[in-house]
T-cell receptor, first 111, second 113 residues
Framework: GQQLNQSPQSMFIQEGEDVSMNCTSS?????WLWYKQDPGEGPVLLIA?????ELTSNGRLTAQFGITRKDSFLNISASIPSDVGIYFC???????????FGEGTQLTVNP | SAVISQKPSRDICQRGTSLTIQCQVD?????MFWYRQQPGQSLTLIAT?????????ESGFVIDKFPISRPNLTFSTLTVSNMSPEDSSIYLC??????????FGPGTRLTVL
């Protein structure tokens, strides 16, 4: 089945720094989704990407759908303490198929 | 986006018992899913809850252990049957919108003693 490699597994940064994380797939995806999960909560959808090369922003967050359709990137600019949490990527091969999730990136922001 | 609620939010259960988790969505959705998230892990799909028909289970999950109901387009239940400590996890309900976005409920934190 599909495999999603998400990196890095964890990041420790200072407040104000920019953050970048990525996911790569063994398969071509039609859709990439990025989520954030706070402790004790369900994942919250941050950004959805539907076309190769698409670049989408949501506030300080920017995500890109890779040209090869096998990767995606999430960048967070000027990090703040509330950015702390686990970020998951998820990909979908075709419309209607199940999502495949990455293993998550644990982000810690030191004030 | 869809607003999803789950009940209970958490529970502590004895081994051998069963727990039914409810999921309510604020709008009608075609595709509804149940996931499991073990401590420190990513999300694993248990099954797709189909309205008016039996759920479709992923490899490693069976109906006898995780029976699912989907009586209408806004509601579903997942039962964790004959529980053991290995079933201790977060169970998450999820729905997919017509724009192919997928949203998650707040989760049910289950501890089995």
């Amino acid at each position: 089945g599909q495999q999603l490699n998400q990196s890095p597994q964890s990041m420790f940064i200072q407040e104000g720094e920019d953050v970048s994380m990525n996911c790569t797939s063994s398969s071509i995806f039609n859709t990439w989704l990025w989520y954030k999960q706070d402790p004790g909560e369900g994942p919250v959808l941050l950004i959805a990407l539907y076309k190769a090369g698409e670049l989408t922003s949501n506030g300080r967050l920017t995500a890109q759908f890779g040209i090869t359709r096998k990767d995606s990137f999430l960048n967070i600019s000027a990090s703040i303490p509330s950015d702390v949490g686990i970020y998951f990527c998820a990909g979908q091969e075709t419309s209607g198929s199940r999502l495949t999730f990455g293993e998550g990136t644990q982000l810690t922001v030191n004030p | 986006s869809a607003v999803i609620s789950q009940k209970p939010s958490r529970d502590i259960c004895q081994r051998g018992t069963s727990l039914t988790i409810q999921c309510q969505v604020d709008s009608q959705v075609t595709m509804m899913f149940w996931y499991r998230q073990q401590p420190g892990q990513s999300l694993t799909l248990i099954a797709t809850a189909n309205q008016g028909s039996e759920a479709t289970y992923e490899s490693g999950f069976v109906i006898d252990k995780f029976p699912i109901s989907r009586p209408n387009l806004t509601f579903s239940t997942l039962t964790v049957s004959n529980m053991s400590p290995e079933d201790s996890s977060i169970y998450l309900c999820s729905v997919r919108s017509s724009y192919n976005e997928q949203f998650f409920g707040p989760g049910t934190r289950l501890t089995v003693l």
